[in-house]
């Protein structure tokens, strides 16, 4: 049998006539392999070689007498390399590939004598079929230059003539097998050689010994050394000769003692060389080595190229031979492999598969065969003895007489059995037979030629992959190959250790990837090849069909069960050879079943097959085993086989990682792979894994269609033909793993059970999520078959929501099916709730999914899971209803999950004679059991303004749901007027609560919602409803608290009582409830009510009532907002409902005051202006007296006084003392401030209820007058957006409002959501948009209501009462200008001349009437009070004398006879003419006071007093008074004459006027 070496290893012969090769190879193995090696390729780039090993032979000359050392030479005879007598005459390596699995093979310790030579061969007519080395080494020792002259120089001459030919031209064979050739001088301690130089001359020291280390010519001073002379001999004189000898020395401790010579010669000045020197040297011998060797690889690669190209040529013509041409190429692949270039090699190999694809397809499609390409056997003869042997052993077990006993010799190499025979459990294996003879000789099949061209590309990609099965291959030769050399001499160098490099798990991957694609095409090879056979068998028999399978269920049987067994046996060989320690596979978490569970908590070892062992089973398996056959676990796994994404630190991971997830897949693929040949074989023996059984989970019946082949025959006699079919056999399967697992049941299962477990957790590692649940289900429906409910139990929780969520729902129904019976056996009742839930969800879903699809066309009947074949689930939801009866919590069910689609009517239902609102809901109802209701609620959340309370509005009974469409109504007593949606809905049943939706957050329904529908709902008040209304107090005092009225307004309610419930809204507002009072209308009203509460009695039917409550404000604010809430009871039930209105309480008008103090009055003057944009309408105006004051005004208003924003109104009074004054130093304090009564309408209030009116009569229709209250707020408040402050000016005076300002308002905004009519089915928003559009255009103008002073109209106006207070003024001055004489003539014009001094007097009169606070009279020590005064005028105006300022004093009480009056001289010169104002007077207090107290011996002293702050007010007679100022001159004579010396006018003469003595003019 061939035995081609299959390692990057060249072959170097060696020729060892003295036996050196001993003390040699201790110091050269070490160094090998060869490292980085460049090879130029001939048509591709520069190729480099990592590694080269090198496999050193000894040579078939033996003829030579041996040397002085041939008693040691014999002695270690025993350590050279055996060669088989096989090797020799195939021409190989002699390096044996073992078995997959098998350790190499050790020679026997008994070994003795000289070892066996090569024996040499014949040289074979087609290159490629033998392997001669690449590199040939001839071993010298001569020990002195005598007797290199003498004998060495002959042996070598004679060897090189032996091995190179004749200096011819080179054939094409001699290419093939080219070689170089290399002189090793090995000197030996002790001896002559031993002392002289590398090479002569000064130059030796350090010298590497190569040929440019030369010191001078071999003619020059002093003797050549015996190096220099093998290169002067056998290199060559060019300078472009190739340097063929290498010389390297031993040491002393290197040679075993006995081979040492005896004699040392002496001589002086011996050479001793370095460590150095010596590296050197073997540096020299390995750099020698690599050119020589790669040199006759180039020679070969070029020869075998050419070769290739000219049979490639020769393709179409005839007689050309694919096997030929195949043998050709593989030659160049294992050139290429030989030498470490595997990828080049692997190249060469796929070209030959496509190649061999191409001519079996053109012979199959031609039909020709030896004329073309060449011919391949029929059938493969191992496939039909092992067929034969099956069906022999069949129809013996079915007890048939026709069995044939053969006497056919038994092949060792075929296939059997026989358990000790491996091959069938290592299918492909390039060595199992003579694959290369029988492809030369065109004896070989298309079976076996597909098995050893993947075998061979199978052997490559491992090394490709550095896989441990070609590391361990490599390293089995290295030692072998060591222990041949001298036993007992020490290496210099460590030996080869196993290469640490990592595997390449993408490479491990693609075999993995091959290995699915060869065994889908070889087992329709594999088919065809038994099938073909068994016709050429059967030619004779005259029932031959084409369709077999219906001859001999025999043999189809026989024909499965090989497939499968090749098939399983393939997986399992690439599983193992594809193993590796880089893969973290996470830990199995498979339970042993309790019957395989031994005393010591372990399993079998036949239970569970270890990932080799289920190649090899470890009961009877004659192959060595390793100690790492185990895959090894994940040093990364979270529990559950999730790995790590973070690598633990500390733990640097040697393993290449690019590759891994490929890998892993495509080994999980080989194990579902090798688990569906499982399953297809447990089906002829009536095993199952389950899914089979999930169609009775099903509702299908027998309407399922089947795929009817019309080619075939009709079968409709096989049911006759059942009693011939055989029993399930084992027959044909050779797997022993196989074998085993078809033995009984419980194997089957458990086989599947790993299988399956391991496909999960390489798909796991793969980050295949699909898979891995598809795995999980696997394992789910296996357990569920074997009643393994707790371990079913388990993988369905997991696995359950991946189909669910990825859409599989006609997967997830059947499991969820098998699912709850688990948790039913288990008695999980919480858990099964759960479950039925869910399935009950998934046939809803499926369900919803037939009702949107009615009328599809449902393909592929024949699958288990189609649309009719839904499962039933008829009886789960009674039984859930009664376990939910006895849960201690509730269950919540989304609403989707039962119900198809939810749609809320837009209509939203009121009830007559109740306040009140109800909605209508349209579900349709999905699964076939009928679900009763206990009680269903809707919960409505407003959409925004300024409600922001959620409704809830429940049912008012139980209901029975059925299949198909149905309706729901729920009623709510609780009414918020506002815009809504529908944000949850909730249906209780028992304990399960169904709800829309399962979140809390609410958010307003999607239009493309397709499950839940609702639009904008509004909810408004009827107008008869009951009714609370927000106003501010008509009537305020600015003296006291402000109130707020609240008007109650029953509606068609009988109100037997009811709570009100305020809050403020407004920040800083503080609400006094307890002083709540009625305002108007008759009601009871608590007085123990609580802060915020106001609880009332009874209100009849159409009552109004107004409460007033008090209130005061932190801080001015324009607008409040407060919170109402109403709950009242009637005979219908309880009601509430809730508001939170807003007002104005902006004063809508100013106050402004003018006092003038008189000696004996006060004249106030009131000005009234409008704070708002909008006019007032003043109606009244009275000024009240007081207990010290009375007050005088004028005639009261005859018709109302408009008062514009800029046109105020004013009123002026007088006001005196009373008569009735009591004495200042009255203990009693009487009120002094008198009140401004002022009765006024706003016009923006009139323009409101104008047009409020307006609408109101045209709302006064039975079917538009419950939208009453909802269109006026919205009127009223688009016209307070868009009326300006000009309208409301035309509105005052034109007395009418114009309604233009509607005019391009949208009022369908306003009043979408109202639905429909039920009449007429028309929009309520349309119908109110359009009316009052049609109202606006009918309705321009509308008059506003004329407004007389009355009594009636006095008291619905607002009030206001604003108290005046009359400034307290300690002393008034009446001051007066009089001129002591007046002009005669003039009228009473004072007229006098400019210049001329007038003489007048100033009088000052003061009174202190008007203190109404009375001076302290301890402020001061003195009994008076002084003032100054001072007179001034325009300084251009007025020159004033005399005394202009002064001081005057007054009594702090003065008397009834006191002097209440003083006079000042003053005189008064006037500047200029006109008429000229008098000056003014100006009158304070003096700061400081002079008080006169006694000083000594007699004398007084003046003090300065600091007087107190005294108010004081001065009326000037005067103001307002002018003086007529003419000039002096009474006539003036002037000359016009223009000869005069100047020649101009001239004054001649005046006169002046008659004066007066006080400088008034007389005439």
């Not at 106050?1151 to 007032?1176: E, Y």
Request: proline letters at 6%; charged letters at 25%; glycine letters at 6%.
């Amino acid at each position: 049998m061939e035995h081609p070496s299959s390692s990057s290893k060249v072959t170097v012969e060696y020729f060892d006539p003295h036996g050196v090769y001993q003390l040699l190879s201790p110091g050269l193995l070490p160094r090998l392999p060869l490292r980085n090696l460049h090879w130029e390729s001939h048509a591709g780039p520069l190729r480099s070689i990592s590694s080269l090993y090198i496999d050193l032979v000894p040579s078939a000359q033996a003829n030579n007498p041996l040397s002085s050392t041939d008693l040691a030479s014999a002695s270690t005879s025993s350590l050279s390399r055996v060669k088989s007598e096989d090797s020799a005459t195939s021409g190989d390596d002699g390096f044996r590939i073992q078995p997959l699995g098998q350790g190499a093979v050790e020679r026997p310790e008994s070994v003795s004598g000289p070892s066996k030579t090569v024996v040499k061969e014949r040289r074979h007519q087609i290159p490629g079929l033998r392997q001669t080395p690449y590199l040939k080494v001839l071993f010298v020792r001569c020990d002195d230059s005598e007797t290199y002259k003498t004998q060495t120089r002959k042996e070598v001459r004679d060897w090189i003539k032996e091995q190179i030919p004749p200096a011819t031209k080179s054939s094409a064979q001699e290419n093939h097998d080219a070689f170089e050739w290399l002189i090793i001088h090995v000197i030996v301690p002790n001896t002559a050689a031993a002392t002289q130089p590398r090479t002569g001359g000064k130059s030796s020291e350090g010298s590497t010994g190569s040929s440019s280390d030369k010191s001078g010519t071999r003619w020059g001073k002093g003797s050549s050394t015996i190096l220099e002379k093998l290169r002067a001999d056998f290199n060559g004189s060019s300078r472009s000769a190739v340097d063929r000898v290498a010389q390297i020395r031993i040491g002393i401790n290197d040679v075993p003692y006995e081979m040492l010579p005896r004699v040392i010669p002496a001589i002086p000045g011996s050479y001793s060389e370095t460590p150095q020197e010596n590296e050197n040297a073997w540096l020299d011998l390995v750099s020698k080595f690599k050119s020589l060797i790669l040199s006759s690889f180039d020679m070969r690669v070029g020869q075998y190229e050419e070769d290739i190209r000219e049979k490639d040529a020769q393709r179409s013509l005839p007689g050309w031979n694919f096997c030929t041409f195949f043998v050709l190429k593989e030659g160049l692949a294992r050139g290429f492999e030989s030498v470490g270039l595997v990828e080049d090699a692997l190249v060469g190999y796929d070209e030959l598969a496509v190649g061999l694809d191409a001519i079996i397809r053109e012979q199959s499609a031609t039909g020709s065969g030896a004329e073309h390409g060449g011919s391949f056997l029929p059938h493969t003869e191992d496939l039909e003895r092992q067929a034969e042997n099956a069906r022999s052993a069949i129809s013996k077990d079915m007890g048939s007489d026709d069995v044939v006993e053969t006497d056919d010799p038994i092949d060792l190499q075929s296939t059997s059995l026989s358990p000790e025979n491996v091959a069938n459990e290592i299918p492909l294996n390039a060595t199992k037979k003579r694959y290369r003879e029988l492809i030369l000789s065109n004896d070989i099949s298309i079976f076996d030629f597909r098995c050893y061209l993947f075998a061979r590309q199978l052997s490559l990609l491992l090394r490709i992959a550095n896989a441990w099965s070609s590391q361990e291959e490599l390293l089995a030769k290295l030692k072998e190959q060591r222990e041949s050399s001298l036993q007992g001499v020490a290496a210099r160098l460590p030996a080869t250790q196993p290469s640490e490099d990592v595997e390449n798990l993408a490479v491990l991957g693609e075999v993995c990837r091959r290995t699915m694609d060869f065994v889908a095409s070889i087992a329709r090879v594999m088919r065809d090849d038994m099938w073909s056979s068994w016709r050429h068998s059967q030619q004779n028999s005259e029932s031959q069909v084409n369709d077999t399978t219906s001859q001999d269920p025999a043999m189809v049987q026989v024909v499965d069960n090989i497939i499968a067994s090749f098939t399983f046996a393939i997986t399992q060989q690439i599983l193992a050879q594809t193993s590796t320690k880089s893969l973290p596979i996470p830990p199995s978490t498979l339970a042993p079943p309790s019957s395989k569970i031994g005393l010591d908590g372990q399993e079998p070892k036949a239970a569970i097959p270890e990932p080799k062992t289920m190649m090899h089973p470890a009961r009877s398996s004659s192959l060595a085993l390793r100690s790492r056959s185990r895959e090894p676990p994940s040093p990364g796994l979270f529990p559950g086989g999730r790995r790590n994404s973070v690598p633990e630190q500390g733990a640097a991971s040697p393993f290449l990682k690019s590759g891994l997830e490929e890998l892993a897949a495509h080994r999980a693929e080989l194990y579902l792979l090798s688990r569906n040949v499982l399953e297809q074989l447990g089906k002829k023996h009536g095993w199952g894994v389950g899914w089979a059984e999930m169609a009775q989970w099903q509702g299908a019946t027998g309407d399922e269609m089947e795929d009817v082949d019309l080619d075939k025959p009709s079968t409709i006699d096989s049911e006759a033909d059942a009693t011939s079919k055989p029993p399930p056999s084992v027959q044909g399967i050779d797997s022993k793993l196989l074998r085993t697992a078809l033995d009984n049941q419980e194997d089957f299962y458990r086989l599947y059970e790993t299988l399956t477990d391991k496909a999960l957790r390489h798909y796991t590692v793969a980050n295949h999520v699909q898979s891995v649940q598809s795995s999980m289900a696997d394992l789910a429906v296996l357990k569920f078959h074997v009643t393994d409910f707790a371990a079913a139990a388990s993988y369905f929780f997991r696995m359950t929501p991946f189909y669910g969520e990825g859409g599989w729902a006609e997967v997830e129904l059947p499991m969820l099916v098998m699912y709850a019976k688990c948790l039913k056996e288990l008695q999980r009742q919480e858990d099964y709730v759960r479950v039925v839930l869910k399935l009950l969800s998934r046939a809803a879903m499926m369900e919803k999914e037939r009702l949107q699809r009615p009328s599809a066309f449902r393909i592929c009947g024949s699958q288990h899971f189609s649309d009719e074949a839904v499962v039933s689930t008829s009886s789960y939801l009674p039984e859930l209803m009664q376990i939910t009866k006895n849960l201690q919590h509730e269950v919540l069910v989304p609403l989707q999950n039962f119900f198809c689609k939810v749609e809320v009517d837009e209509t939203v239902q009121y009830r007559s004679g109740i306040d009140g609102f109800g909605l209508q809901l349209r579900l349709q109802y999905l699964l076939a059991d009928d679900l009763s209701i206990r009680k269903g609620r809707v919960k409505i959340t407003p959409m925004g303004g300024d409600t922001n309370r959620d409704l809830w509005l429940e049912t008012t009974g139980p209901l029975v749901f059925k299949n198909g469409k149905v309706q729901m109504s729920v009623q709510s007593n609780v009414l918020v007027p506002g815009a809504y949606h529908v944000s949850h809905i909730v249906l209780q049943a028992n304990n399960i609560v169904l709800q829309y939706p399962t979140s809390s957050t609410v958010s307003p329904p999607k239009k493309d919602d397709g499950f839940f529908k609702c639009p904008k709902l509004l909810i408004y008040q009827r107008s008869d409803s009951f009714d609370v209304r927000l106003y501010a107090s008509k009537s305020m005092h600015l003296d006291r608290n402000r109130f707020l009225e609240i008007e109650l307004s029953s509606g068609w309610n009988n109100v037997s009582s009811g709570e009100l419930h305020i809050r403020a809204a407004t920040a800083g507002l503080r609400l006094q409830t307890s002083d709540t009072k009625v305002v108007s209308g008759s009601l009871e009203v608590s007085q123990r009510s609580e802060a915020g509460v106001i609880k009332f009695g009874i209100m009849e039917s159409g009552a109004t009532a107004r409460i007033g409550i008090p209130f005061n404000l932190e801080h001015e604010v324009n607008d409040l907002s407060i919170k109402l809430e109403i709950s009242y009871t009637t005979e219908k039930g309880i009601f509430f409902s809730a508001t939170t209105p807003t007002i104005s309480i902006m004063l809508p008008l100013g106050v402004n005051v003018q006092d003038v103090f008189k000696h004996k009055a006060l004249f106030s003057k009131f000005t009234i202006s409008s704070a708002t944009p909008g006019p007032l309408r003043l109606l009244s105006s009275r000024l009240e007296k007081s207990e010290i004051f009375e007050a005088h005004g004028g005639l009261a208003l005859s018709k109302p006084v408009i008062v514009f924003p800029r046109q105020p109104a004013s009123m002026l009074y007088k006001i005196t003392k009373s008569l009735a004054t009591p004495r200042p130093h009255s203990k009693q304090k009487q009120k002094s401030s008198l009140s401004l009564i002022l009765h006024y309408i706003c016009l923006e209030e009139e323009v409101e209820d104008a047009v409020t009116d307006s609408l109101r009569q045209l709302f006064e229709e039975e079917s538009l007058r419950p939208y009453t209250r909802l269109v006026l707020p919205v009127v009223i408040s688009e016209l307070r957006a868009r009326i300006s402050p000009y309208d409301f000016e035309r509105a005052a005076i034109l007395n009418e409002v114009s309604t233009s300002v509607f005019s391009s308002v949208k009022w369908r905004d306003h009043f979408s959501g109202l639905g429909r009519t039920g009449q007429h089915n028309e929009e309520v928003a349309s119908i109110l948009s359009k009316i009052l559009e049609t109202w606006q255009q009918e309705t321009p103008r509308i008059p506003l209501v004329p407004i007389y002073i009355n009594d009636e109209t006095i008291s619905r106006s607002r009030s206001i009462i604003i108290p005046v207070d009359v400034p307290s003024v300690a002393v008034v001055h009446t001051a007066d200008l009089k001129l002591l004489e007046k002009s005669a003539g003039l009228g009473n014009n004072v007229v006098v001349a400019a210049n001329q001094p007038i003489t007048g007097s100033l009088c000052i009169k003061w009174t202190r009437m008007w203190d109404t606070e009375q001076l302290d009279q301890s402020a001061t020590e003195n009994d008076f009070l002084e003032f100054f005064y001072e007179l001034s005028g325009a300084p251009d105006t007025w020159l004033i004398g005399g005394k202009r300022k002064g001081h005057f004093r007054i009594p702090k009480d003065p008397g009834p006879n006191g002097v209440q009056k003083h006079s000042f001289p003053v005189v008064l010169i006037p500047l200029r003419e006109g008429f000229l104002p008098f000056p003014t007077v100006e009158i304070k207090p003096a700061p400081f006071v002079k008080a006169h107290k006694p000083g000594y011996a007699g004398s007084e002293e003046d003090t300065r007093i600091k007087q107190t702050n005294i108010t004081c007010e001065t009326d000037f007679k005067n103001a307002g008074e002018t003086i007529r100022v003419i000039s002096n001159s009474r006539s003036t004579t002037v000359s016009l004459d223009a000869s005069g010396p100047q020649g101009g006018a001239w004054l001649l003469e005046s006169e002046r006027r008659n004066t007066g003595s006080g400088g008034i003019v007389l005439g």
